[in-house]
């Protein structure tokens, strides 16, 4: 895997295995990996069906499971006009973790049932296709073949904020070198279901 860290600095092409790496940047596109999604029945609500109310249960119960990042406090925001949800509305809820990351949903109400799902995360279950992915750009930008599972992003879901960097680790199957790659500006909401991120690949191993 040496090949994908090595760059001649005067070509800028892949050069042999005992060249000194770069540091190296790009972006990939690739399918959406879904969303968390969750319903609940109604609870019974004082003047009307509660539907924020089972929004927040539902987050704090199935979802928070799904997501898989601990026990989180939810609320939900009034539906547009400051009024409580009614049949058909949607409105946005978040959740709040114990280690202060802040997740984002969006909820629809209809008929008996409320349908959250979450809008910032990628589920610990997709992080593999995150991991397959940057392997595959890493691969076209350098021209060589980059298994994924050279690629390791954690196993944890990943909570998506404007500025959030998710540092991963690139292994030189050579040396065993493990060189830092950080994803940024991922953008889940992208045309037809795509999703974006900038890569930087450090140009020294871990120590």
Not at 17 to 35: H, N
Not at 186 to 197: A, H, K, Q, R
């Amino acid at each position: 895997m040496t090949p994908v860290l090595a760059v001649d600095p005067a070509a800028g092409a892949p050069t042999a295995p005992s060249a000194t790496p770069r540091r190296s940047a790009g972006r990939r596109m690739f399918l959406s990996i879904g969303a968390a999604i969750a319903s609940a029945f109604l609870l019974a609500g004082c003047g009307g069906n509660d539907y924020d109310g089972a929004a927040v249960e539902v987050i704090e119960g199935d979802l928070a499971d799904t997501v898989g990042l601990g026990a989180v406090t939810a609320t939900c925001d009034p539906a547009e006009g400051g009024d409580k949800p009614a049949d058909g509305d949607t409105f946005t809820c978040s959740a709040t973790t114990e280690s202060g990351q802040t997740i984002s949903y969006l909820a629809t109400a209809s008929g008996d049932r409320v349908e959250v799902e979450t809008t910032n995360v990628i589920l610990g279950s997709k992080v593999g296709e995150v991991e397959r992915i940057t392997a595959q750009s890493l691969a076209d930008q350098f021209e060589v073949e980059v298994p994924a599972e050279t690629v390791d992003c954690g196993e944890a879901s990943i909570v998506v904020t404007p500025d959030a960097v998710v540092t991963c680790g690139v292994t030189d199957t050579e040396t065993g070198d493990v060189y830092d790659i950080e994803l940024s500006n991922i953008d889940l909401t992208g045309s037809d279901g795509n999703i974006t991120f900038d890569w930087l690949l450090s140009d020294t191993p871990r120590s």
